[in-house]
């Protein structure tokens, strides 16, 4: 029962091109959604977050949108970097003490 | 100011053995989670302690598991018996309280293979 997806495991985007990474999820409770970037052999860092009562969340070159009614988040980054190749996680939280994580999206950006 | 802190970075046990894994949060953080990442998954939630405390383990496996944040000291996640299954990455990450989740941080892991 996955309750949050991301249904493309990987994406390859042109350096200077905007990413767009995708995530759908299944709970209507969850109320607190957060993207994670992750390098291999190191832990998840924190990207940004959004709250369910808003629908857009800017930081620097990374915005994250929020579409509640069709329960899809979408995490862009303009202009895409090298730097920026990871995997990225979106997870959920529903006021509890865990988050759910989907299964992730490999980013390649290409020089 | 040191992050999150888990050790071993890896780990090799045979079939049957016991694992061992230890976190420290980082400073001032009370609060621990453990997180374990099958190959090609994402990260499924195990188990939330406060200092000797066990809040929600509502992801642990009902055998072999256990979890324990002492008084003084890291906290422990225990695989006891351990079979192949078993084999993934084990995150924790801390807080310095519940609900912060833009500072939960989370150490580096340890990568459990089981042979």
């Known amino acids: 029962d996955q309750q949050v997806k991301q249904n493309s495991p990987s994406l390859s985007v042109q350096e200077g091109r905007i990413s767009i990474l995708n995530c759908d999820y299944t709970?209507?409770?969850?109320?607190?959604f957060l993207w994670y970037k992750k390098y291999p052999a190191e832990g998840p860092t924190f990207l940004i977050s959004i709250s369910s009562i808003k629908d857009k969340n800017e930081d620097g070159r990374f915005t994250v949108f929020l579409n509640k009614s069709a329960k899809h988040l979408s995490l862009h980054i303009v202009p895409s970097q090298p730097g920026d190749s990871a995997v990225y996680f979106c997870a959920a939280n529903n006021a509890g003490n865990m988050l759910t994580f989907g299964g992730g999206t490999r980013l390649m950006v290409k020089p | 100011n040191a992050g999150v802190m888990q050790n071993p970075r890896h780990l090799v046990r045979r079939r049957g053995q016991e694992a061992r894994l230890r976190c420290s949060p980082m400073?001032?953080?009370?609060?621990v989670y453990w997180y374990r990442q099958l190959p090609e998954e994402g990260l499924k939630f195990m188990v939330y302690?406060?200092?000797?405390?066990?809040?929600?383990e509502s992801g642990m496996p009902k055998e072999r598991f256990s979890a324990e944040f002492p008084k003084e000291g890291p906290s422990i996640l225990r695989i006891q018996q351990v079979v192949r299954g078993d084999s993934a990455a084990y995150f924790c990450?801390?807080?310095?309280?519940?609900?912060?989740?833009?500072?939960?941080?989370f150490g580096s892991g340890t990568r459990l293979t089981v042979v």
């Open positions: 400073k001032g953080h009370s609060h």
């Open positions: 709970n209507s409770m969850f109320d607190y």
């Open positions: 302690l406060q200092k000797e405390n066990i809040i929600d």
């Open positions: 990450a801390s807080s310095p309280r519940t609900g912060t989740f833009y500072g939960y941080t």
